[in-house]
């Protein structure tokens, strides 16, 4: 069946292409790769209308098959989106998501696999996740460094203050803005459940970014 998937997903797409739209969409993404000028509710459509799976390694194949041969940047929003079927979620999907974060390399990818694919399995499987989260939070790769930082978004009062701490810490002197950015948005969705101790925290970190320091205290 997946052949058929795949098929289904390109023609689905290209059906809804808007021509106008598409360059319009690229220039706001910095994407080198082109867009066929579908947006998130045609998208959302489409993915509803495919056809059920139940084997795993055939989910799989149409997720990595989307994501590896994509010509248009709307093939990877469907593979992200089909990654997160909700009955094939485990540890033994980090590989793929590192895929996707490594290869992706930009926010638009980036962020929603930090948030809703690693951060649920830390939620699941800190044992396995934490400590991959601590290695990646030090990793030559920054889309890799700044997923340490925002997977825990949305974890409000189980947030893990620790790891938090450490991924942030161990970038606290980088310059790059995605990872700046990261960390300001991190400690802001945070300071929603914790505002004392995101202030404190910002405080006690003279070196932290202004920019970073303005997105954590941006509503305290």
Same mark, same amino acid.
């Given at each position: 069946m997946?052949?058929?998937v795949?098929? @289904? =997903?390109?023609?689905?797409?290209r059906a809804?292409?808007?021509?106008?739209k598409?360059?319009?969409?690229?220039?706001?993404m910095?994407?080198?790769?082109?867009f066929?000028g =579908?947006?998130?509710?045609a998208?959302?459509?489409?993915?509803?209308s495919l056809?059920?799976?139940? *084997?795993?390694?055939? !989910?799989?194949?149409? =997720?990595? /098959?989307? !994501?590896?041969?994509?010509?248009?940047?709307?093939?990877?929003y469907? @593979?992200? /989106?089909?990654?997160?079927?909700?009955r094939f979620?485990?540890?033994?999907?980090?590989?793929?998501?590192?895929?996707?974060?490594?290869t992706?390399a930009w !926010? $638009?990818?980036?962020?929603?696999v930090?948030?809703?694919r690693v951060?649920?399995l830390?939620?699941?499987?800190p044992?396995?996740?934490?400590?991959?989260?601590?290695?990646?939070?030090? $990793?030559?790769d920054?889309?890799?460094?700044? /997923?340490?930082?925002?997977?825990q978004?949305?974890?409000?009062?189980?947030t $893990?203050?620790?790891l938090l /701490?450490a991924?942030i810490?161990a970038? =606290? *002197?980088d310059? *790059?803005?995605?990872?700046?950015k990261g960390?300001g948005w991190a400690l802001?969705?945070?300071?929603?459940t914790?505002?004392g !101790?995101v202030?404190?925290?910002v405080e @006690?970190?003279?070196g932290?970014s202004?920019?970073?320091r303005?997105e954590?205290?941006?509503?305290l």
């Open positions: 997946s052949p058929k795949i098929a @289904a =997903v390109r023609d689905g797409l809804a292409a808007d021509p106008v598409a360059p319009e969409m690229q220039a706001y910095k994407s080198d790769m082109p066929l =579908v947006q998130k509710p998208r959302v459509a489409l993915v509803r056809p059920r799976i139940d *084997d795993r390694d055939e !989910w799989l194949d149409v =997720v990595r /098959t989307l !994501w590896r041969e994509a010509t248009y940047r709307e093939e990877r469907v @593979a992200l /989106t089909l990654s997160g079927d909700r979620q485990s540890v033994a999907l980090m590989p793929l998501f590192d895929e996707m974060i490594v992706g !926010w $638009d990818y980036v962020d929603e930090a948030a809703r951060g649920p830390l939620r699941s499987d044992d396995v996740i934490r400590p991959l989260m601590l290695k990646w939070s030090t $990793d030559a920054l889309w890799r460094r700044r /997923t340490s930082i925002i997977c978004l949305g974890f409000k009062a189980a $893990d203050v620790d /701490t991924c810490d970038n =606290v *002197d310059r *790059d803005f995605f990872l700046r960390i802001r969705e945070f300071a929603k914790e505002p !101790w202030r404190a925290f @006690a970190r003279p932290l202004p920019l970073s303005r954590a205290l941006k509503h």
